[in-house]
């Protein structure tokens, strides 16, 4: 499946009155020759307001500790803008940070100046009780209100970040992109830096270097961007993101990830070694196993279901985990807290671990200057099971990873400068079968059954999805799901048990559907009732102009097979069925037969995506869109009876 991997909604007893299937939104872009025919770039919609001025400079200290200063102008054009015009809000991390806002004013259209009084600042703090630290986070928000706002004015304002320490002693790393579809009037970019602190820098795009020097003992570099005539976004698949596509920059002291690999581990590994108690909590957890495998997957699951996820925001919480007292305590932790846990009750049973850093979001390929913000995420890994589990991820079984942390390069904390990867996910195991028996009357209701199995990615978050229903909600759960499409219906769902954390899954439904169908009438054969991953989606991709991709995307392939039996009443007869059909290309294939029989049609269809994610070339899914072009029509194809 293409641009997008398998993905569930969050399932609710009402989310399932509305259940859609997985998203695929592959991106089309225009043919080469429309490229080459188009004399220029389509201009963007006129936005509301524009960015007239932004300035940010960075001024570190040698302990890697630095001020942030920005200056930012911001032009009101139409009035749908004025609102957001009007309100700033300043974040920062109240235990390392120190705020100063120099100027905030309104620049009317005439010249004149009117400053933000005083009475139009307020700031938010997180504080804990009675003078105690807070448990989340420190962030403080200064907010304040532009006076007299109108279109044609422009809003100033200028602040400082005044940091008080590093987050990675005597280390500073900044990588940012701005967009090459958005006006930009003069954006200026300075970083003040030791001349002893070695650096490496790189822009990307049309951001220009216009300064990179060293005066006295300071290293100054200066870059500028500028975009008057911002063209419109033709991509449409971001799913793959690689920061030198865009216009930006990045700056770092660290000489290579792992460097970056090795300052998280020298204050997170030491919270990794196993207290008492840990001790004590992993022999009661692995009480009976032996087996180096069996002992990990107890501790790993004992993790991953009673510790809650909970933010860590407060100063170098950011980057150091919490101690381990704390999250067992209060049965909280972020990702780094979820890793340092699992590898402290793993170290009591003497199964090796360690941490790896890890994106876990859309970037597949690693900046080329390493910067810390590019690992975002904390997992774990055992050398002994050569094996990467990740116990912040909810409803994962043990020895598999979620869709966001497949396939992506890793930061090894104990070997900081090994290139390593996590393990794609495997399309093979991506499988659904649903068998559909359906017995229409004669004014249109419907009694049916239908059976849904489930292996690997589907059923891990089927899973994880239905054990947020609650079993009265269940009840209820077929009355909902077709009132949501204007029906009366009654019956029962049943499933396995959904609370172990396994990638096998079975459910099924009983339902009867007053007047569901129209006499005489038709319909395409389609599943329904929810299932995760229909044929349909696999094909959905054809549903888009005549185009290519002009971008790599995400993307998971799978078998889905659908079996169908509608049975007709005598009275009716059916006129028309779908044609038979068989398509293939490169390893993908679809398949459909359908059979009448008297007053009863058999059909079953099958469709393998072969695609290996994680990532799918421009070539491979321009080649997938025309396979599924060929597929979409005998889906559509309609059943008619009278």
Not at 374 to 385: A, C, E, I, K, W
Not at 611 to 620: D, E, I, K, L, R
Request: with cysteine; charged share 25%.
């Amino acid at each position: 499946m293409h641009t997008t991997t398998l993905r569930l909604f969050a399932v609710t007893a009402l989310a399932l009155a509305s259940a859609s299937a997985l998203a695929q939104n592959a991106a089309p872009a225009k043919t080469a020759s429309a490229a080459k025919a188009a004399a220029k770039p389509e201009a963007a919609d006129e936005a509301p307001a524009r960015v007239e001025r932004q300035h940010i400079s960075y001024t570190v200290q040698a302990d890697g500790s630095y001020i942030e200063q920005r200056e930012s102008a911001l032009k009101v054009l139409q009035a749908p803008a004025i609102e957001r015009a009007k309100h700033e809000s300043i974040s920062y991390s109240a235990s390392i940070q120190t705020l100063e806002v120099t100027e905030a004013y309104t620049r009317k259209a005439d010249g004149r100046r009117v400053d933000v009084p005083k009475s139009n600042f307020q700031v938010e703090t997180n504080e804990g009780r009675a003078g105690g630290g807070p448990a989340f986070s420190d962030i403080a928000t200064t907010s304040l209100v532009f006076p007299d706002v109108e279109v044609g004015d422009t809003v100033v304002v200028n602040y400082k970040l005044i940091g008080k320490q590093p987050m990675f002693d005597r280390q500073f790393s900044v990588l940012d992109n701005v967009s090459a579809n958005s006006y930009q009037g003069d954006l200026k970019v300075r970083i003040d830096t030791p001349a002893s602190l070695w650096s490496q820098n790189r822009t990307f795009g049309a951001m220009k270097q216009v300064r990179d020097e060293t005066v006295g003992d300071r290293h100054i570099v200066e870059w500028t961007y500028q975009n008057l005539t911002p063209a419109k976004d033709t991509r449409r698949d971001y799913s793959v993101y690689k920061v030198e596509d865009f216009p930006g920059y990045a700056f770092s002291t660290f000489r290579n990830y792992g460097q970056i690999a090795a300052a998280y581990g020298e204050r997170a590994l030491p919270k990794a070694a196993p207290t008492p108690r840990v001790r004590k909590l992993a022999d009661e957890i692995a009480a009976g196993k032996k087996d180096q495998r069996e002992v990990a997957k107890a501790l790993y699951e004992w993790v991953s279901t009673n510790i809650q996820y909970a933010g860590n925001c407060i100063g170098l919480g950011a980057v150091v985990p919490r101690d381990q007292e704390f999250v067992l305590d209060n049965r909280i932790g972020d990702c780094k807290d979820h890793a340092t846990l699992l590898q402290a009750l793993l170290a009591a049973k003497n199964v090796p671990a360690t941490q790896a850093l890890i994106n876990a979001g859309n970037v597949y390929q690693l900046p080329d200057i390493p910067v810390a913000s590019s690992v975002n995420h904390v997992l774990n890994y055992l050398p002994g099971l050569d094996l990467y589990v990740d116990a912040t991820a909810k409803g994962i079984p043990f020895g598999d990873l979620p869709v966001a942390v497949a396939g992506k390069p890793v930061l090894r904390v104990d070997q900081p400068e090994l290139k390593a990867a996590t393990a794609p996910l495997s399309s093979k195991r991506n499988r659904q079968r649903m068998v559909t028996d359906l017995i229409v009357q004669e004014d249109g209701s419907v009694k049916g059954k239908v059976e849904v199995e489930l292996e690997g990615q589907p059923a891990i978050e089927t899973r994880a999805a239905f054990r947020k229903v609650r079993e009265k909600d269940s009840q209820e759960m077929i009355k909902k799901y077709f009132e949501a499409g204007g029906l009366s219906a009654q019956g029962s769902f049943t499933q396995d048990d959904p609370q172990a954390l396994l990638d096998k899954h079975r459910y099924s439904a009983q339902f009867e559907v007053k007047q569901m169908l129209p006499v005489p009438g038709a319909f395409p054969v389609a599943p329904l009732f929810f299932n995760p991953m229909p044929v349909a989606t696999f094909a959905s991709s054809a549903q888009y102009d005549d185009s290519v991709y002009e971008s790599e995307g995400q993307c998971i392939g799978g078998r889905s097979e659908e079996i169908y039996r509608i049975e007709f009443p005598a009275t009716m007869k059916v006129i028309a069925v779908p044609p038979d059909a068989r398509q293939e290309w490169e390893g993908s294939s679809y398949e459909a037969k359908y059979t009448l029989k008297g007053n009863v049609l058999e059909a079953r269809r099958v469709i393998v995506d072969a695609s290996q994610g994680p990532v799918c070339t421009q070539a491979h899914n321009r080649g997938y869109q025309q396979f599924a072009k060929k597929v979409l029509p005998n889906l559509k194809a309609q059943l008619v009876y009278q």
